[in-house]
């Protein structure tokens, strides 16, 4: 369903000295949800752009990269994982006060948004999408598998350990929060062994 979806998306970009957006086919009336992205602003969703084509929604993309810019650039390292996967659950887990969807969230790395250097994502809520967000999750996991840095164990095992978790029937984005949060303070320990076997080896040199 996603890829037939994303056929669909049909994307259009626009900038001048002022801004940048993208644009994106509307064939459906004004909905619930785009009334509340137009009179809110939610942290973590594009905000929605004045638009003279009626048959366009417009989002503000300024000074902002995808997130398949960034895959191509390096791989990617567990903590750079961690924080992209966590703004995404956390946007995901916050749109429920505003009654959003979480199937029309565009999961795709062409239509996440990230601003340097601190990874902040902002995603592109589409009311048209409606692609559920298991298949989603896992389309978004394999391709992280294929920008994983394979020379960091941690990184390999936290994009692992969350896809595995997304295979299952059941899920939900709040277990994967708690996968991130134990696999950093996990991460963290390694970290301080390391660092306290890195400092007696260097006093050892001294004596």
Request: with cysteine; charged share 35%.
């Amino acid at each position: 369903m996603e890829e037939k979806k994303e056929k669909q998306l049909q994307p259009e970009y626009r900038k001048n000295i002022k801004y940048s957006e993208l644009l994106l086919r509307k064939e459906k009336d004004t909905s619930y949800e785009e009334r509340m992205l137009w009179e809110n602003t939610v942290v973590g969703v594009l905000p929605f752009r004045m638009c003279e084509q009626v048959d366009k929604y417009a989002y503000d993309i300024t000074g902002k990269k995808n997130m398949s810019l960034v895959f191509a650039r390096i791989p990617m390292n567990a903590k750079q994982i961690r924080i992209i996967l966590k703004n995404i659950f956390e946007i995901l887990e916050k749109s429920k006060e505003y009654l959003l969807k979480e199937e029309s969230f565009v999961l795709l790395p062409e239509y996440i948004f990230t601003s340097f250097p601190n990874y902040e994502v902002e995603l592109c809520y589409y009311p048209e999408y409606d692609v559920p967000i298991k298949e989603q999750l896992e389309r978004l996991l394999e391709i992280l598998l294929n920008v994983v840095d394979y020379k960091e164990k941690e990184a390999v095992e936290l994009v692992y350990t969350l896809y595995q978790k997304i295979k299952e029937t059941e899920f939900q984005v709040e277990e994967l929060l708690k996968i991130l949060e134990k696999k950093k303070e996990i991460f963290s320990e390694i970290e301080t062994k390391q660092e306290n076997i890195s400092f007696i080896q260097e006093e050892e040199r001294n004596i």
